[in-house]
């Protein structure tokens, strides 16, 4: 007699832990969607945010060395500064700013000539308050008005 309970009590026993087997699952599965979610998301999505700006700002440098092109092909052909401002201004004007965009700055003046927004030409850089960062793996940024007057081109980010 003692013998047949024991083994009613082991099989009861086994199948109380298999009636927690899908309870248990359930929570193993819940952790580790937990830990994907708080470690290898966020790490794809910065990935991808990087793979995005780094494309961004191609496109954008591609833009700017064409424009700076065309201006150059345009002042060697004889036309006037007036003529080579306006035909590039139609060119920067149809810019989606939020993507990033080429303007061409007066060093001397450091105002913008030509701008996307057709309220800031004229405007001088230095009411920017922001700042110019040539390479995004470099985390040192530096004053906008400070760059222009250094260089004749360039391509960078401009942060706020």
């Known amino acids: 007699m003692t013998i047949l309970t024991l083994s ?8 109380m832990r298999k009636a927690c087997l899908p309870v248990w699952t359930f929570l193993a599965i819940l952790l580790v969607m937990t830990l994907v979610g708080f470690f290898a ?4 999505i910065q990935a991808a945010q990087n793979i995005y700006i780094r494309l961004q700002a191609d496109y954008n440098l591609r833009m700017s060395k064409g424009l700076a092109q065309f201006v150059a092909n345009r002042a060697r052909d004889g036309i ?12 920067i004007a149809n810019s989606d700013v939020d ?3 080429s303007c061409i700055i007066d060093q001397k003046t450091q105002t913008y000539i030509n701008h996307p927004m057709q309220s800031a030409i004229g405007v001088d850089i230095s009411t920017k308050r922001g700042f110019f960062q040539t390479d995004l793996q470099d985390t ?18 401009l942060t706020s």
């Open 8 to 15: 009613t009590y082991l099989v009861k026993g086994t199948q």
């Open 41 to 44: 998301v966020p790490s794809a």
């Open 80 to 91: 006037s500064r007036a003529q080579i401002s306006k035909e590039a201004q139609a060119i």
């Open 99 to 101: 993507r990033g965009y």
């Open 140 to 157: 040192s940024e530096q004053k906008w008005q400070h760059v222009v007057p250094q260089v004749q081109s360039t391509e960078g980010i």
